[in-house]
Structure formats: structure tokens, C-alpha cells
């Protein structure tokens, strides 16, 4: 079993299940959303040999989903996503390709407005403090007419880790996002489980410190605590995605 992601946003699942998960974080790109179908799916074949054998991978990245939906054994939470959805007035806000791509538009036929928003997605990835995400919503929003939107859709596991947040500031409007829809849809089968570590393409210190980061500000790391992960020794193998 994977669960695969293109950001720390990963962590909002290791919150909920401290499981022995194989965790894919591809971080090279940080974040999909910011290029072309083509270049995303190309990425992804790239890397889709280290989690090739997993019997089902969890896909967190919302942008990586027009590649998988048609896996047999990736999950995203199509379920709970169509449960949740019906019937709304949905404001999702999103990165540039799901906008393009339209994505949510897979799981409900109710009435959805995208916002596109690239530097509150970066923000929230990097844990950035509550008041400065504030700043950015205000400036985004300020001229945005909430009258009539029931639910809000955080399109990216980035904005997961500030959906604390997300309540405060839009009150009275639900708040969903696509690791919910995840949460809500896993499976707990001790049976498939693996081992215990995170494969990170790029830079691991920048995932773990922001991580690191997150699960102390929820308490679920102590102060003298580390992310607890397997030392994985990767091969280096010249390609153009070095």
C-alpha cells in the first residue's frame, strides 16, 4: 500500500494514521499544479516505478488524479468526493490545472466555482503562519461575492494542513478538502502494510523541517520528537529529471 503526494500537505494523513505506509513525496516539481497535463503525466511514469508494486496507492495529489483515476488500484476518495459534493454550491480553490482540467467536475454535476490560487497553495505547503495566510486570503477575496456557496473545496493536500484555519475565516461555510475525501474512503488493513518510511525525490530536509513543523504545531510530535521514518538509500541513475 502507497500513498502518493507532491508536497509535505502528505503529513494531514500521517496525522490521522500513524500506519505502516510506504509515502511517495514527489517535491521536485512542488507543486503539479503549475504545469501542463502532458509534463505532469510525463513525471509521473518517471517515477511511477518505485510504488509500481504497491497493491493500492492512495493518490493525495489532486492534480496527479487525471492521471490515475483510471488505476484499478488508486484510491482518492471518489466516494466520499461524490457523497460530499451532491447537491452543493462548491467554491474549489485550486491550482491552475485543476482549474483548466476541471476536475471536481468528475465527481458531482453541482455547480462549481474555481479559484485559482497558486500563492495560498505554496503558503499553506510551507506552513506559513496563520496571520500571513490571512493576508493572502484577504487580498484574494476581497471583492469575492461568498453569497450562496454552501462548501468549500480545498483541491490540494497543501491546503489541508491549514483547514483549522479555513473555518475560522469563512465562517459558516463547510469546509471539504481532497484528503478528507481520502480519510473518509481508507481502509484500515493491517494486513498490506509495508514499512514505515517516506521516499522523497528532491530535497528531504525541506520536507522533513516543514513537516516536522506541522505535526508539533498538532501536537503530535513532542518538542525533542523527529519525524519517524526508515533510513532509504536511493539509487542514483542520470536522467533528465536529475
Same mark, same amino acid.
Given at each position: ?48 516505478? $518505485?510504488?509500481?508494486? &504497491?497493491?493500492?496507492? !492512495?493518490?493525495?495529489? %489532486?492534480? +496527479? ?6 488505476? #484499478? ?46 500563492l495560498l497553495i505554496n503558503a499553506c505547503n510551507d506552513t506559513i503562519a496563520d496571520e500571513i495566510i490571512k493576508k493572502i486570503?484577504?487580498?484574494? $477575496?476581497?471583492?469575492? &461575492?461568498?453569497?450562496? !456557496?454552501?462548501?468549500? %473545496?480545498? +483541491? ?6 491549514? #483547514? ?9 461555510i463547510e469546509i471539504f478538502s481532497n484528503t478528507d475525501a481520502l480519510l473518509e474512503d481508507y481502509k484500515y488493513k493491517k ?18 523541517s516543514r513537516s516536522e513543523k506541522y505535526l508539533r504545531e498538532k501536537g503530535v510530535l513532542k518538542d525533542k520528537e523527529i ?16
Amino acid at each position: 500500500m502507497a500513498v502518493f503526494d507532491t508536497g509535505p500537505g502528505i503529513v494531514g494523513l500521517y496525522q490521522e494514521h500513524r500506519d505502516f505506509l510506504n509515502y511517495y513525496i514527489d517535491d521536485k516539481f512542488e507543486y503539479y499544479g503549475l504545469y501542463k497535463r502532458d509534463a505532469v503525466n510525463e513525471r509521473i511514469e518517471y517515477i511511477k516505478k $518505485f510504488f509500481k508494486k &504497491d497493491k493500492k496507492v !492512495y493518490v493525495m495529489d %489532486f492534480d +496527479a488524479i487525471n492521471y490515475f483515476k483510471d488505476f #484499478k488500484n488508486a484510491e482518492f476518495g471518489e466516494k466520499a468526493l461524490k457523497n460530499k459534493l451532491a447537491h452543493r454550491k462548491i467554491l474549489c480553490l485550486s491550482s491552475k490545472l485543476t482549474l483548466e482540467e476541471k476536475t471536481l467536475d468528475n465527481f458531482t454535476k453541482s455547480y462549481v466555482k474555481y479559484f485559482n490560487a497558486p500563492l495560498l497553495i505554496n503558503a499553506c505547503n510551507d506552513t506559513i503562519a496563520d496571520e500571513i495566510i490571512k493576508k493572502i486570503c484577504d487580498e484574494y $477575496f476581497q471583492d469575492f &461575492d461568498f453569497n450562496g !456557496y454552501d462548501l468549500i %473545496f480545498l +483541491a490540494s493536500s497543501g491546503l489541508h494542513l491549514k #483547514k483549522d484555519f479555513f473555518k475560522k475565516y469563512f465562517k459558516g461555510i463547510e469546509i471539504f478538502s481532497n484528503t478528507d475525501a481520502l480519510l473518509e474512503d481508507y481502509k484500515y488493513k493491517k494486513e498490506n502494510y509495508i514499512r514505515d518510511y517516506f521516499y522523497v525525490t528532491n530535497s528531504k530536509r525541506g520536507f522533513y523541517s516543514r513537516s516536522e513543523k506541522y505535526l508539533r504545531e498538532k501536537g503530535v510530535l513532542k518538542d525533542k520528537e523527529i519525524l519517524n521514518v526508515s533510513k532509504l538509500k536511493k539509487k542514483k541513475v542520470p536522467n533528465k529529471w536529475d
